[in-house]
């Protein structure tokens, strides 16, 4: 079968050209043709899926890692107990506590990056990108602002908890995505979208410079008759479509037993009403022959129901008027750590501090188990006395005194404690460990008031940088993919936005009340967040050393602005 995305491919057959830039392209696609994108689409979608096997495998056992699963959850990804010789877990191995190093990890850096990126106003500012910066220009960067600000903290509240749920998973995972389109009754709609269901071919090493990638969601019957109306979809039977209970990985299960929820207790598999259809939105380059379209590769988005092969619908993902054919760039990948590894996906604390959980958690077992012994110690007891008739071989209980048919001088001679082993040892091994973890995934306690405040101030500055790099460079790659939205949302309103919408927040009276004319590229939105600052204590501990610097040579600073 031919590729989609090579040079010499044999072009597609295009829809005829129409007055309606956003029309959906299914609909004038002869039938074989669609048929055939179709198939076409699915084939490479399901190659991009098949190489995403392992990742699941590796978020089920982090979710184990984490503590937040019941012991006897029946799935894959529990913490290895150590084994016998015949690859058996010994009757010993009793205790189900797991370390919260990597939960705590996980954890703070949410909590961290939240109250930076995520702040209860909302997370965007604007900016003069023109160099003759004038009073109008400055009072048009607020209200861009106000009203981004005002779409995140009141019409759209669900987008700030998103946000918290996007640091979660970004900082576990690694990867984690948002995608904002244009709706054209509620405007800017923004969604979650986690590892598990976005799909990038493996040999690409740059999520924007990928060929394709496929966003896997679940729409209920009535969403999907809805859009049909609507006209974003081909009017269709939906006979033809084949509801489908959703795909659940171990990470799913997983998830949900720490909440304690049975999904398939809502689903009633005989009721085909109930289920959802699963949809593959696809982003992918394509070329098609003739008729107004390109005659080269461009960007499109597809909606195929992977079941029955139907091509819902086929839009144009370029920008209009734009003669590179720019794609819009409507998915936004934040990472966590981007290493030396292939693909287009970062590294979380899954990977990196997840082994040390392990450690953690077996030598906390460990220990928990061999205190128990200690506390109610084993041994040998001659045979005499097991065959003795009516004796009594239950446990003793705590306050209970037995008789034996034995003089003491015999008895202790019969009986034999095992000896046990110190366990100091394993708590020093613990305490490494998990300093080890806490180094890497925490800010260290000079940020928070803790150093020596004898020492210089030049070098509790350096210090604090070098304390800070791990965070602030995490901190530096949100913040850049946080811009990237903010800059997608704008420019969203500005293309989408009626001309005579205005705004639905009072104005300064003899300001500019319609949104488009606001709009319009003149001004810039980024985050409030500082690119260079992770976290308030970081902030403050910077501050101080400013102000201590400041006083020593109070010639050479503005001390009103130190302080």
């Not at 003759?132 to 009141?154: F, S």
């Not at 909606?303 to 619908?313: C, D, F, K, W, Y």
């Not at 936004?332 to 959980?357: A, C, D, K, Q």
């Not at 101080?544 to 130190?562: F, M, R």
Request: aromatic residues 8%; hydrophobic residues 35%; proline residues 8%.
């Amino acid at each position: 079968m031919d590729s989609p995305f090579a040079p010499s491919v044999r072009p597609r057959r295009a829809p005829a050209p129409t007055a309606d830039w956003d029309e959906n392209l299914a609909d004038s696609l002869p039938e074989d043709e669609r048929k055939e994108f179709g198939e076409s689409v699915l084939e490479l979608v399901e190659q991009d899926r098949d190489a995403r096997e392992p990742w699941e495998r590796l978020a089920a056992k982090g979710l184990k890692l984490m503590g937040i699963i019941p012991p006897d959850a029946e799935t894959g990804g529990d913490v290895s107990p150590p084994i016998d010789t015949e690859g058996k877990a010994p009757d010993w191995w009793q205790s189900k506590v797991i370390h919260p190093l990597l939960g705590e990890a996980i954890t703070r850096y949410q909590a961290r990056a939240s109250a930076e990126i995520n702040p209860p106003e909302g997370p965007a500012k604007g900016a003069v990108v023109a160099e003759d910066a004038t009073e109008d220009l400055e009072k048009q960067a607020t209200r861009v602002a106000h009203e981004l600000n005002d779409i995140y903290t009141r019409r759209s509240p669900e987008m700030m908890d998103q946000t918290d749920r996007m640091l979660w998973y970004q900082a576990a995972e690694g990867t984690v995505y948002t995608k904002n389109v244009w709706d054209k009754l509620r405007g800017v709609r923004r969604s979650l979208i986690r590892m598990q269901d976005m799909w990038v071919p493996s040999h690409v090493d740059v999520f924007d410079e990928a060929p394709r990638h496929t966003h896997r969601m679940y729409w209920s019957p009535g969403r999907v008759r809805r859009m049909m109306r609507e006209g974003y979809l081909r009017e269709i039977d939906l006979e033809r479509l084949a509801g489908v209970a959703p795909d659940r990985s171990d990470a799913d299960d997983l998830a949900d037993a720490a909440v304690g929820l049975d999904r398939d207790a809502n689903q009633d598999l005989g009721n085909k009403r109930d289920l959802p259809f699963e949809i593959y939105e696809t982003y992918i380059d394509w070329r098609f022959e003739g008729r107004g379209m390109p005659p080269f590769e461009v960007r499109y988005v597809s909606t195929i129901e992977p079941t029955s092969g139907e091509v819902l619908a086929l839009r144009r993902c370029w920008k209009q008027n734009n003669p590179e054919n720019q794609p819009w760039r409507l998915i936004t990948p934040y990472y966590f750590i981007l290493g030396g590894h292939p693909g287009p996906y970062g590294l979380g604390l899954y990977h990196l501090v997840g082994g040390l959980s392990e450690t953690a958690t077996i030598l906390l077992r460990s220990i928990a188990d061999t205190a128990s012994h200690h506390a109610s110690p084993s041994g040998f007891i001659e045979r005499a006395i097991l065959n003795t008739e009516g004796y009594d071989t239950t446990p003793v209980k705590p306050g209970e005194f037995r008789g034996v048919p034995l003089p003491v001088d015999d008895l202790r001679k019969a009986i034999m404690a095992l000896p046990l082993g110190d366990i100091a040892p394993m708590f020093t091994i613990l305490e490494f460990v998990v300093g080890a973890g806490q180094r890497f995934a925490s800010t260290p306690d000079l940020m928070t008031g803790n150093s020596d405040p004898r020492a210089p101030v030049g070098t509790t500055l350096a210090m604090i940088e070098r304390g800070s790099e791990i965070p602030t460079s995490i901190h530096s790659r949100t913040h850049r993919s946080q811009t990237r939205e903010l800059q997608l949302q704008a420019e969203l309103i500005g293309t989408n936005i009626d001309p005579a919408a205005t705004y639905l927040w009072p104005v300064e009276k003899g300001q500019n009340n319609l949104v488009a004319n606001d709009f319009d590229g003149r001004v810039d939105v980024e985050p409030v967040a500082d690119s260079r600052v992770a976290s308030q204590s970081h902030r403050l501990a910077q501050a101080e050393g400013i102000l201590h610097l400041s006083t020593q040579a109070p010639q050479l600073y503005d001390l009103k602005e130190a302080h």
